[in-house]
């Protein structure tokens, strides 16, 4: 499991292209035939991706995080992207098709993620955060989650926000999670932009092409800065930090939350004029 410290936002003013993307950016997730994870200082989030190829990969025990087994004191929501799989979880098996979600709840001892075919695999993106109670397992399915469509033509930002992990849908410890897509023609994600100081998040981006990204927005609102980000990867932000993005071309993201409270529009907007 790689490990990412917190920023300050002092010290984020003194890091050149190279340390914003050492400290916010998280290059390799999907990785065939691997189970890849990175544990963030911030609200201590793990973040991570599942690509089976040559038979099950299991959630590993908790020794990095101190505990018995990983799941003993976390919760876990997936978000599938890629071909049908299976997760296995102490013995339930539940297929997730592509885009299909799955809760994972706390104390869940034995996690198993399965492709249906390995020469098409499955991949499934992870968020994990600290947790108090044990809830239901649930599967998520795309019609079962909470849709909102919003934005412009004009302005190049229509996208529908599908909402997983979310109170509309089912009940979590303190994780969000929920896919957003852009329709044609449109580039801008989260216009205007905002900051929730009781919340951390991440935006994982796929469904670009090799040559496509996202200049995806960062920082104070006042002394914003951009990181380049291509498919499959991901951006952690503080809470004080705008997240914002546009793209090359249309694309889709999964945003991820933990924090304070669980409400989903407790939101800082800031004026796009006011951005610096």
């Not at 040559?54 to 876990?76: N, S």
């Not at 009940?171 to 957003?180: H, I, P």
């Not at 090799?210 to 914003?224: A, N, R, T, Y």
Request: glycine share 8%.
């Amino acid at each position: 499991m790689d490990i990412l410290q917190a920023v300050h936002e002092d010290h984020f003013k003194t890091l050149d292209t190279q340390g914003l993307r050492d400290k916010m950016l998280v290059t390799q997730i999907m990785c065939p035939g691997e189970l890849k994870l990175t544990y963030s200082h911030v609200d201590r989030i793990i973040i991570g991706g599942a690509v089976p190829t040559q038979g099950a990969l299991t959630l590993g025990d908790g020794k990095e995080l101190g505990v018995a087994y990983f799941l003993e004191r976390r919760e876990m929501g997936v978000i599938n992207i890629g071909a049908p799989g299976r997760i296995v979880v102490d013995g339930e098996s539940v297929a997730l098709g592509r885009h299909h979600g799955l809760y994972i709840p706390k104390e869940s001892r034995d996690v198993r993620f399965e492709s249906d075919d390995p020469a098409d695999p499955a991949r499934f993106y992870i968020n994990s955060a600290p947790a108090h109670v044990r809830l239901a397992l649930r599967h998520i399915r795309p019609e079962d989650a909470s849709p909102t469509t919003l934005g412009d033509p004009a302005t190049g930002n229509v996208r529908t926000i599908n909402k997983y992990l979310h109170a509309d849908v089912l009940e979590t410890c303190q994780l969000s999670m929920g896919l957003t897509e852009l329709e044609a023609g449109s580039m801008w994600n989260t216009m205007p932009c905002h900051t929730h100081e009781r919340r951390m998040e991440v935006y994982f981006y796929f469904n670009l092409a090799e040559d496509d990204v996202v200049f995806h927005l960062c920082g104070k609102p006042e002394e914003s800065r951009h990181i380049v980000v291509a498919n499959e990867q991901a951006v952690i932000h503080p809470s004080w930090s705008i997240h914002c993005g546009f793209g090359t071309r249309r694309y889709t993201f999964i945003w991820g939350m933990c924090g304070e409270n669980l409400t989903y529009d407790d939101m800082d907007f800031v004026a796009t004029r006011d951005l610096r």
